[in-house]
């Protein structure tokens, strides 16, 4: 696989998948943003401040059967919460989840996208700054 591409198959178990399982979805797109219109993200960003911003995980995915993925959202090593998200027959689907940061957040977290077979396809790094004194 070529560095732009942020889908992973076969991911090590100890990252919560099974070696060598294919995905049953494609993730084409993916991307951080504090806002969605028209199902996409307006601005791509991979650092967030501000008590009370929200962050969207946003996904396009081809997929040829209705399925879910699950989006874990966690701090360091840190699982901090899991939302499953609907992914229909589609060629372009799109979905988000949200997370509003608090005033502990400061970090580095991640939003992993898992397939129903809990299979890695894609993981979005990024940094919560502390809010200001």
Known sequence: MDEADTTTAGIDPADGGEVGVEPLIEIT??????EIEDRMPVARATTFSGVGTLIQAWIEAKSEI??????????EDKVAFEFQMSVGKSPHWR??????IGKKDAGQWYADIKDAN???????????????E
């Open 118 to 132: 809990g299979t890695l396809l894609v993981s979005l790094p990024f940094t919560v700054e502390a809010p200001a």
């Open 66 to 75: 209705d399925t879910e993925v699950t989006i874990t959202w966690r701090k």
């Open 95 to 100: 979905t988000w989840a949200r997370k509003r």
């Open 29 to 34: 797109d993916s991307a951080l943003s504090v």
